[in-house]
């Protein structure tokens, strides 16, 4: 956008270099003196302020043009994935009951087998200790 007569190549360096010979004030010297030991020779026209080449106004609308034209990238929803149900569930008269707590070494995972009461897609009713459960 602001150099609009040069490749985007070409100006990528220039910004890199830009990047790397600018001087910083916290450590008191640039990012290339850092890594070489001395500053990078820089073009003049990244020293020198160069004049406005785009009068004030038009730069502004042109900056709305092509914010108006920006469109936001989709997404995609990776965080629920699908829950996969056996078939074979809405059949079952008795099931097991997964135990999520901490077990002493060689305790089951699962109790003992309980009745279903109810069902719906994915939750059950069942009889645990002589009262219904939802599961």
């Known amino acids: 956008m602001c150099h609009a007569h040069e490749q985007g190549t070409e100006a990528l360096l220039l910004v890199l270099l830009g990047i790397r010979t600018a001087y910083k004030e916290d450590l008191q010297l640039s990012a290339?003196?850092?890594?070489?030991g001395e500053p990078l020779r820089a073009p003049g026209k990244l020293l020198a302020p160069s004049a406005p080449t785009i009068e004030p106004s038009a730069f502004i609308q042109q900056l709305h043009r092509r914010i108006e034209q920006l469109r936001p990238t989709p997404t995609a929803h990776h965080s629920y994935p699908a829950t996969f149900i056996n078939r074979d569930l809405k059949d079952l008269t008795r099931v097991f009951l997964r135990q999520?707590?901490?077990?002493?070494?060689?305790?089951?995972?699962?109790?003992?087998?309980?009745?279903?009461?109810?069902?719906?897609?994915?939750?059950?009713?069942?009889?645990?200790?002589?009262?219904?459960?939802?599961?």
């Open 32 to 36: 290339a003196e850092l890594v070489c």
């Open 100 to 135: 999520d707590a901490i077990r002493r070494a060689l305790d089951p995972p699962y109790s003992v087998l309980h009745k279903v009461v109810a069902r719906t897609d994915k939750t059950f009713k069942i009889i645990v200790c002589g009262r219904e459960v939802a599961v």
